[in-house]
């Protein structure tokens, strides 16, 4: 018993202390990149985390189904619940020339389904990934809205950010495929949103 509340004190600090290390860090983020609850992880991060708390995290993927079907989806992710989903007449975005994406309602019911299954709870640590960590700072903000009190986001996400701007930019500047971590293309439909698990 006792050295079970010493390992969990020793996690905790540690925990607390990679976040400290990157405060300065963390306060110039992009502001579409913050979440209230403040918790930040960089890919690297996230998936030392992930490995070293088997079972006792729950790691999502936020982006659209199509995003992992066609890039692929990291393989310690637990589920593909995205955040935004395509509306339903993939209607234009004239602004952003792309499609237009609205909040898929399910979000929230779906994340505590999978923390569930996971003997978690809402006090437990959640990790949210998306493209390139806007996505998942507004998920990060709901759940806490809900109640959550560990919702990490991966800030550069899946993809990483733009290497420079205009019409040449790609996402090669950071992110866990540009990491090297490990991601595949070949999906687990348990894993997929809407799929029964």
Known sequence: MRISVVLSYVVFTLVGLSTAAHAGEWDSLPKKKQSTLGLYMHPKEAYQYVNEHPGKVLFIDVRTKEETEFLGMPTVADA????????????????AKNFKLVPNNNFAAEVERRLKEKGLTKNDTVI?????????????DLLAKLGYT????VTEGFEGDFSEAGPNARRTVN???????????????????GSAS
């Open 128 to 140: 949210l990934m998306c493209r390139s960590g806007d996505r998942s700072a507004m998920g990060a």
């Open 150 to 153: 560990k919702v990490y986001t």
């Open 80 to 95: 593909n619940v995205p955040y935004l989903v395509n509306s339903d007449w993939f209607e234009w975005n004239d602004g």
């Open 175 to 193: 992110g866990w495929k540009n990491d090297g971590l490990p991601w595949s293309y070949q999906l687990d439909k348990k894993k997929m949103y």
